[in-house]
Every structure is written in structure tokens, then in C-alpha cells.
């Protein structure tokens, strides 16, 4: 098994590029992901979306030359300590290289950028029923978010029309 290696995904070089929208798509198609790939119109315009994007940061790995991981983050604010801090939005190996180390190697590369870009925290955010990227965010160190109560906060989402 070649070493997995972690870089910062430079959207003008088309392997970085083309990598990151295969491993989201990837992702967006297994069962855990929504079982739907990613539209044709996502696919062109991600690239250039994430590019753009003022407080992305996304993290690509590799084994060998094959993007086999990604790491979408975006910067944001603690408004409870007015840091940033770093939300990982989305983190996706493909199937064939899950279980072998690529999620905690970009978690390790998340961590590092955090502390880079001075962050208080990490964030993200799991579906209750994906236990195998539960277990691994709880041995990382991640835990329900909870403010001064016995509840964790919840996620929430509302979808706008366009």
C-alpha cells in the first residue's frame, strides 16, 4: 500500500481539480452520500466554486499520484471566543481505500491547517447512522457539542428554492 500524502488542492492544476470533483462525486454516489451522483452542471462549476470561494480550504490525498480523499473546509468565526475556527463540511475517501488510514490523515492535515490559520476549534458535522466516520471522529478527539446542559446541539438545515 503506497503512503498516503495530504496536500492544500490547487484548483489550477486539472489533476487537483478534476480530483476533488471525483472523490465528492464518489461520495455523493454511495448509499451513505445520498446514492446520487453529482449533476453534470455541479461537476463543472465545483471546481471553480471551491476556487473562488474566499474561506475554503480543501485538502486532497493521494495515494501515489491517485486522489483517493478530499477535505472540504471552510474558515468561520466563534462568535463565543471570536476566533476562527474550521468547519470540515465535507471529508470523503473513496470506497476502495476506506479503513486504510486516509480519513485520519486528512483530519491530521485539517488539524494542522486549523492551527495555521490560529482556529480555537474543528467542527463538523456526521450522519447519526454512519458509524464507521462516527468511530473514527470520536477517536480523533471530536464529541457532541454541548453548552452548559445535558443536550448536544443538533445540525440543522433548511433547503431554499432557487
Known sequence: MPPIQVLEADFDDPIHRDGVVAVIDSYASDPIGGGQPLSAEVREALGPKLRDHPTSRVLLAFA??????????????????????????????????????????????AEDLARRE??????????DDNARARGLYESFGFGDYVLD??????????????
Open 64 to 109: 501515489d499520484a491517485t486522489p483517493v480523499g478530499a477535505a472540504i473546509c471552510f474558515l468561520g468565526l466563534s462568535t463565543f471566543r471570536a476566533q476562527p475556527l474550521l468547519n470540515i463540511h465535507d471529508l470523503a475517501v473513496v470506497p476502495e481505500w476506506r479503513g486504510q488510514g486516509v480519513g485520519r490523515a486528512l483530519l491530521v492535515a
Open 118 to 127: 490560529t482556529c480555537c476549534k474543528l467542527t463538523l458535522e456526521v450522519q
Open 149 to 162: 446542559g445535558p443536550a448536544p446541539t443538533r445540525f440543522l438545515t433548511k433547503e431554499l428554492e432557487p
